[in-house]
């Protein structure tokens, strides 16, 4: 099992990551959250599940320890693989995952693609009893700070392929929707995205 890997972004992906470790590049997958916050060149360290298949070996990294223990709980549910599970913590940040399952709130569940109503209703049943303690924080604007997100943002975009200048004008695009709380950067990232979608 890798637990972690901590290296040099060599390359950042669509969906991963590559690190040189020890002059070897490894590919790791992540979240777009996860990706927004990294830059080639600079060192990075990731909380890592190792997933053996017959025919792959695929490394899925995560930002910190819970982020991987929860996605290494959802693995434990019938049905849910590895794409999925990373689906769940893409949508969701892991204590609102952990509220969802614990008070059995489907329509949070069924936001992640993949999941309908009887898949969200099969975690909640055989995960409720294991989800652990639940953060008293609210999974939406806690720990961002004002003026922090529109790095991470232009970032996640410029990693999911788009340039430069489209980048700036997604930001620029989200902070004319923010009125009040500023949401996570999962969140802005995803409507940042949903807006380039539409100009392209």
């Known amino acids: 099992m890798i637990a972690s890997v ?35 060149g ?21 930002a910190d320890e819970d ?6 709980l959802l693995l434990t549910a019938n049905g849910v693989g590895p ?4 689906a769940v913590l893409a949508v969701h940040q892991p204590d609102a995952v952990r509220r969802a399952i ?13 999941i309908g109503k009887r898949g969200a209703e099969k975690l909640v049943v055989e995960l409720k009893d294991k989800i652990g303690p639940i953060g008293l924080l609210d999974g939406g604007s806690a720990g961002v700070l004002a003026g922090a997100w529109q790095e991470q943002v232009r970032q996640g975009v410029l990693a999911l392929g788009w ?10 695009a989200v902070s004319e929707t923010i009125d009040g709380e500023v949401p996570s950067v999962p969140i802005l990232l ?3 995205i949903r807006l380039l979608g539409k100009t392209r």
């Open 6 to 40: 901590r290296g040099v972004v060599a390359a950042i992906l669509h969906d991963s990551a590559v690190v040189e470790v020890g002059g070897v590049g490894m590919r790791v997958f992540c979240t777009p959250n996860t990706l927004a916050g990294l830059r080639t």
């Open 190 to 192: 995803r409507q940042a």
């Open 102 to 114: 614990a008070g059995g709130d489907l329509a949070a569940l069924t936001k992640v693609p993949g």
């Open 42 to 62: 600079a060192e990075a360290r990731f909380a890592t599940t190792l997933i053996v298949r017959e025919d792959s070996l695929t490394l899925f990294g995560f």
């Open 83 to 86: 794409r999925t599970a990373q």
């Open 67 to 72: 982020e991987r223990q929860l996605f290494d």
């Open 163 to 172: 340039s430069a200048a489209q980048a700036d004008q997604a930001v620029a």
